[in-house]
């Protein structure tokens, strides 16, 4: 019963028992372990890139990005005419998402590295990268750059992996890696 004080009053002050004091000290390290094999696999297995964040209202965003796209367009695709964007090699490349597409295609070069920006026209929306796996969320009003460096060819596909309304699941993106 709690209606009378506790007999000790420095209750939290007891001796630990041995065994306690074990496992407080498994989890301690076991923690750490964590921590630091996080810092290690950025490095060492190139994973979770590194990405910079920047404020910019999306109109201006998408004026960057149609100008970035009819600068360097080197045919379009599909029934809606998508332009197939081609950056110069080591430069920047711009892509937005709105519902309900990624816009535009992008064709990169293998093993040439490239800052690749991202932000959103209207709603938070998913990059996501397959089957690399690489996943972004994308704000309106945030611009984030991601170095990106492909080292195979083929065809990735950018799906949209945050509920973004009726079209999200038709929110498909696509980037080419030539030689
Ligand atoms: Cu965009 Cu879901």
């Not at 209207?122 to 994308?138: F, M, R, T, V, Y």
Request: proline share 5%; glycine share 8%; hydrophobic share 40%.
């Amino acid at each position: 019963m709690a209606l009378t004080s506790p007999e000790n009053r420095l209750w939290w002050k007891e001796h630990l028992h041995g065994v306690e004091i074990v496992w407080i000290s498994i989890a301690f390290l076991w923690g750490l372990v964590m921590f630091f094999t996080m810092i290690y696999w950025h490095i060492a297995g190139e994973q979770n890139l590194s990405n910079e964040a920047y404020r910019v209202a999306p109109e201006e965003y998408g004026k960057r990005v149609e100008a970035f796209a009819e600068k360097y367009k080197v045919r379009e695709e599909g029934t809606t005419s998508i332009p197939v964007v081609r950056p110069p090699a080591g430069g920047d490349a711009y892509m937005f998402g709105r519902l309900w597409e990624w816009w535009p295609i992008l064709e990169l070069q293998k093993g040439q590295s490239y800052r690749l920006h991202l932000s959103s026209m209207d709603w938070l929306h998913g990059w996501s990268l397959q089957p690399a796996n690489i996943n972004i969320e994308i704000h309106p009003n945030y611009e984030m750059i991601i170095t990106i460096k492909p080292d195979q060819t083929g065809v990735f596909g950018v799906i949209c992996n945050e509920y973004c309304g009726v079209g999200h699941s038709q929110m498909v993106g696509r980037i080419y890696v030539v030689d």
